[in-house]
Nanobody
């Protein structure tokens, strides 16, 4: 397993941008699929975006497609989520996750390591 620590959250207004980062420790980072999930108050945790290590596979939830961009830097063992055109509905605790596999999957059970989460609050 890897240890994951999120950073970059905070408060924003609708239309603003925020960038989340996920720092990891452990070996073989480039073999992991990295994902971002989020959980809004009173709702279940949901998949936001994922990126594979070796095959260039990227997936987004429909709700964030064309607004959010996931990336990774295998040399720095980090994964990032650039969030543009933020909406109040994007308010949630965002979690970084890592899992094994070749192609991105969107179910929580496919990710074995999780960060503690970071709050993102978007006001109108």
């Amino acid at each position: 397993q890897v240890q994951l620590v999120e950073s970059g959250g905070g408060s924003a207004h609708a239309g603003d941008s925020l960038r989340l980062s996920c720092a990891t420790s452990g070996s073989a980072f480039d073999l992991y699929i990295m994902g971002w999930f989020r959980q809004a108050p009173g709702k279940e945790r949901e998949f936001v975006a994922g990126i594979s290590g070796l095959y260039g596979d990227i997936k987004y939830a429909d709700s964030v497609k064309d607004r959010f961009t996931i990336s990774r830097d295998n040399a720095k063992n980090t994964a990032n989520l650039q969030m543009n055109s933020l909406k109040p509905d994007d308010t949630a605790v965002y979690f970084c996750a890592a899992g094994a596999g070749a192609l991105v999957r969107t179910d929580e059970s496919d990710f074995s390591s999780w960060g503690h989460g970071i709050q993102v609050t978007v006001s109108s």
